[in-house]
């Protein structure tokens, strides 16, 4: 493992994209997303992203780096942002920025988002809508595009991993707003995606084949072999799955875009809704401080034995609110750097050159 500076990588990052045919303010906005999500722990959703898809979507056409967003107010509570195949880092901003605004006035506010490409990390649009003070929901599915899940009881990739996300103000109580990202399958697919750049092979009950068997090898599932289960796997399944269906719904209907069994010739395609509560029209600030707290305090309050598990995949040993993992890890990553695979830099710097920006490859790169 390496660690790269945050700052020095940014740059790097912003070299790629705009090597790859984006104009500065785009090149910086994508590029300041991706770190932020390599920095939040979430490396799946990084600086990656130009290696494993980002590049290939723009020569197929599936993101146009010279796109202009378009913004239309639909009522004083309702809007809705056409990316025109934007990056989506670029897209999620310009729907945050349009909802907070149009919460300010009414208390509430409903965004649809259509031909976003790729969103990115979806938490980081809970994150600036929390920063902002308003509570935020989001369901974003893929346009009909990205096969990868099955509904329970097959072995048919027919939904994509329409994920969820929520931002809840933490009136400061915490360091941090309340953040929860989550695939409604059982792991999102860049996960998968970046094991298989650093051959790491997954855990059991991620994927299964039409035999039922685990798939563990995440270059044999790129390729085509097994299914994703919804979350729940083989025991709840049909919770995730349900949810899938919900999001896939309100994303398509809110965005007014497609949804899966809808034909579509994109890779992926994030359409969405996204919801803004100011929660100072509902309650005061002081009276939600306490309801931060009590919910903290109650975890903290905890006993862990070391015979119960927090399960295979679980980081650290103790429940947590969510947002704090993400906190923790960009505080220690920036004084510290961001970790990466070999393969994962290897990978970068052949893209950066590929891009026309092989100058802008860190000395720190290097083997």
Known sequence: MRRIDAAELEAFVRAIVAGLGADEDVAAEVAASLVEADLAGHGSHGSIRMGTSYAEMI???????????????????????DGNLQYGQVVGRRAVEVGVDLASGSGVAVVGVRDATHLGRVGEWAERAADAGFCFASFVNTGGGAPLVTPPGSAD?????????FGVPSFGALEHPVVLDIATSQVAHGKVTKRAVENRPIPDGWIID????????????????????????VLAGYKGFGLSMMVELFAG????????????DRRVNNGAMFVFVDPDVYSSRAANRTRVEALDELLR??????????????KGDRAMLPGEAEHATRLERLAEGIPFHRETLDLLADTAREAGAAAAVPDSFSP
């Open 301 to 314: 309050s905890a006993d862990y034995p070391d015979a119960v598990s927090m399960g295979p995949t679980a």
């Open 253 to 264: 209907v809110v965005g007014d875009g497609r949804v899966s069994g809808q034909p579509t």
């Open 210 to 233: 039409a035999a039922g068997e685990a798939v563990t090898d995440p270059r044999e599932y790129e390729d085509g072999r097994g299914v994703m289960l919804p979350l729940g796997g």
């Open 157 to 165: 990739r027919l939904f994509a991993t329409n994920p969820l996300a």
């Open 59 to 81: 020569e197929t056409g599936d993101i146009d780096p010279g796109a202009t967003p378009d913004v239309a107010r639909l009522s004083p509570t309702a809007a809705r942002v």
